[in-house]
């Protein structure tokens, strides 16, 4: 699974729920409905392009293959988007997001390891010099390079991290029911919400390690997309070597 650069990102945040008149333009416009929708989504739709548009009340995110194609979506279809002012339909102009979030763990079901959540905050501009370092899944660096990585990742971007030690493991675990995936997205929540004091960051990724998000439920200051192999985004890989580095140490 390769890491890439994140696409063109738009966000369009209205108070209105009037997304029905876009719903039906992007059907005439060769989009097709995904189904079921991704779960952060009430629906989704996509387009041969790689086009990809995810609506919850009062937002929509939209994710383009390049910068060309997000300012092509914005002047085809935002006329079909609700204003919250006195402006005509249309409304303000969409959100560029130039800094993502990563948080991934590690030490997962290894007991006799530390458990480490990290989060880091990678500008969109600089994810192409972090993949050029290396920056990538750590399961498939080296104890060294995770070192080498950490160290990079460490000393130019944000970050947040929390560690449970070995022996501290069974304690923590109790004090959220002996529910690790409690546990879990309780540290995701803290290292973001960290992360975001000092870095404001409009979205999150984190890989996905439970169904129900429970990431987005504990963190609401932002939006959390819960992903499937979620090192495939820049950002996450950079936390999950953070992860890796700290268990290496712990």
Known sequence: MATGCSPAILLYRRASQRFDPLREMLGRHDFHAVVPPDAIAEWECADDRGTRVRYWPGT????????????????VHRCAMPSDR????????????????????????????????????LPVAREAEAIARG????????????ADLARWIAARFAHAER??????????????????????AALHAECLRELHARAPFALARV???????????????????ECVRGERHAACAAASILAR???LRA
């Open 163 to 184: 560690v449970v030690d070995c022996d501290a493991r069974d304690a923590a675990l109790r004090a959220h029911g002996g529910n690790e995936t409690r546990l879990l």
């Open 135 to 146: 920056v990538r899944d750590s399961k498939s660096c080296s104890a060294d390079e995770v």
């Open 86 to 121: 006195e402006l005509p339909d249309g409304g303000d102009a969409p959100e560029r997001v130039a800094l993502v979030a990563g948080s991934d763990e590690a030490g997962k079901g290894e007991r006799d390891r530390a458990l480490a959540v990290c989060a880091v905050a």
């Open 207 to 225: 890989d996905r390690f439970a169904p129900n998000r429970p990431v987005a439920a504990a963190f609401r200051t932002a939006i959390v997309d």
């Open 245 to 247: 580095a700290a268990t």
């Open 60 to 75: 929509l995110l939209v994710e383009c293959g390049d910068d060309a194609r997000a300012l092509e979506f914005d002047r």
